[in-house]
């Protein structure tokens, strides 16, 4: 078995500003190895209020998806907030790999960023 069901991403950041024709945005990046569809939960952790925890995505299977976290709303109909530092807990049904990328394109010399998440034993 490949990949695990709980991941962390304990470092995220919408970017309030863009320049140019790159919007700055996160992903979080899967990757479903396994013979059935992955149904995937996001949790948004905050300092100063109540987590945010009705984010839902899907991967199919032996496929990728990339979760662009300023395009994904809620149940309620929600977007992750901008200009606010939060982190990530991603659980799946199934095994998954995740990755979480970052493109700041608040400045014209542009940054992206990419690390792998932090994976939780089951």
């Known amino acids: 078995m490949i990949g ?3 991941w962390i991403i304990p470092d995220g950041f919408l970017q309030p500003n863009s320049k140019g024709d790159q919007i700055s945005h996160e992903a979080v990046c ?3 190895l396994t013979e059935s569809s992955a149904v995937i939960n ?5 300092e100063d209020r109540d987590p945010m925890d009705l984010f839902f995505s899907e991967c199919g299977p032996n496929r990728t998806h990339h979760i662009r976290l300023d395009k994904i709303t ?7 907030p901008r200009n606010i530092p939060y982190a990530i807990k991603v659980e799946s049904n199934v095994p998954i790999i995740v990755q979480h990328s ?4 608040s400045q014209e010399a542009l940054a992206l960023f990419t690390t792998m998440a ?5």
Do not use: H
Not at 42 to 46: A, E, G, R, S
Not at 118 to 122: K, L
């Open 30 to 32: 899967v990757l479903n």
């Open 118 to 122: 932090y994976a939780i034993e089951s």
């Open 42 to 46: 996001l949790t948004f952790y905050f």
């Open 102 to 105: 970052r493109l700041d394109t």
């Open 4 to 6: 695990k069901q709980t």
């Open 74 to 80: 809620d149940q309620e109909g929600n977007l992750v």
